[in-house]
Nanobody
Framework: VQLQASGGGLVRAGGSLRLSCAAS?????????MGWYHQGSGKQRELVAR???????TYVDSAKGRFTISRDNAKNTVDLQMNSLKPEDSAVYYC??????????WGQGTLVTVSS
């Protein structure tokens, strides 16, 4: 299984970025949840948002109202629209898949840098 993430970059505070991740090597019905984690410098990896196959989304408090996660089951993709970005959102963002057979997969990470 491979997770290919894209969309990171440098943006000014208040700007927007859209992260995308495509999962390959796994059938759609084997993907229970998809999501995004981030890891700031010197910090632990933390959940940003995740979404079930049925579209139920969960967000970390800091992302509520600013970020929107979406998923295309047919394409095995998950996107994260990030608006009103803040410098504290700067981190490496990792795509995440939790399978129906209790296995976790991680993408390679994409860097998001928000300048003040």
């Amino acid at each position: 299984v491979q997770l290919q993430a894209s969309g990171g970059g440098l943006v000014r505070a208040g700007g927007s970025l859209r992260l995308s991740c495509a999962a390959s090597g796994i059938i759609s019905t084997s993907i229970a949840r998809m999501g995004w984690y981030h890891q700031g410098s010197g910090k632990q990896r933390e959940l940003v948002a995740r979404i079930t196959r049925g579209g139920s989304a969960t967000y970390v408090d800091s992302a509520k109202g600013r970020f929107t996660i979406s998923r295309d089951n047919a394409k095995n993709t998950v996107d994260l629209q990030m608006n009103s970005l803040k410098p504290e959102d700067s981190a490496v963002y990792y795509c995440w898949v939790y399978s129906t057979y209790d296995h976790v997969y991680w993408g390679q990470g994409t860097l998001v840098t928000v300048s003040s």
